[in-house]
T-cell receptor
């Protein structure tokens, strides 16, 4: 099973709302990632968690707040977003963050629209 | 900074034609992945290549990793409309995050 699940599939929110994106994997992977993808562009890395600890934050604005409650779950809390934050948000996981082969498996994404 | 140059950016071909997509870098990668992505969906892993010179086949798709592990290619034989999508190459090296190419948008016309 190489499945990463994400909920919700679609989300529309106002600039004053607070919402959360959820990601789950049951592959025993110890590294999990959040990416943001704009139309016709490759995914851009936002955060990396390794063994449930935040190891990389790619200078993401504080209105995005990641959380890793356990090794299978990854959340992204959203607050006071801007319309330009509208994008496809992708979660991915890999066996770990180091090592020669770090194949990442992606979830289906959450399409976010900020009004 | 590691870069993966992917070409061509766009490709529109007739059903039944063959095509090759290239992914090149001046950096050495310990492994390289190819993904296919449909609009509004997450990238789906097609293959991981690890060994220099490695060739892997997935039905009509053939993937090759360069001998020096700096480049890779994806060859599709007898393309079908179902092959339409965005093809992304992505490479791992050391402890740096995954590096993506800009993608090749393939359209196969019936």
């Amino acid at each position: 099973d190489t499945e990463v699940t994400q909920t919700p599939k679609h989300l529309v929110m106002g600039m004053t709302n607070k919402k959360s994106l959820k990601c789950e994997q049951h592959m025993g992977h110890r590294a999990m990632y959040w990416y943001k993808q704009k139309a016709k562009k490759p995914p851009e890395l936002m955060f990396v968690y390794s063994y449930e600890k935040l190891s990389i934050n790619e200078s993401v604005p504080s209105r995005f707040s990641p959380e890793c409650p356990n090794s299978s779950l990854l959340n992204l809390h959203l607050h006071a977003l801007q319309p330009e934050d509208s994008a496809l948000y992708l979660c991915a996981s890999s066996q770990d963050r180091t090592g020669l082969v770090r194949t990442q498996y992606f979830g289906p994404g959450t399409r976010l629209l900020v009004l | 900074t590691q870069l993966l140059e992917q070409s061509p950016q766009f490709l529109s071909i007739q059903e039944g034609e063959n095509l090759t997509v290239y992914c090149n870098s001046s950096s050495v990668f310990s492994s390289l992945q190819w993904y296919r992505q449909e609009p509004g969906e997450g990238p789906v892993l097609l293959v991981t290549v690890v060994t220099g010179g490695e060739v892997k086949k997935l039905k009509r798709l053939t993937f090759q990793f360069g001998d020096a592990r700096k480049d890779s290619s994806l060859h599709i034989t007898a393309a079908q409309p179902g092959d339409t999508g965005l093809y992304l190459c992505a490479g791992n090296s050391g402890n740096t995050p995954l590096v993506f190419g800009k993608g090749t948008r393939l359209s196969v016309i019936a």
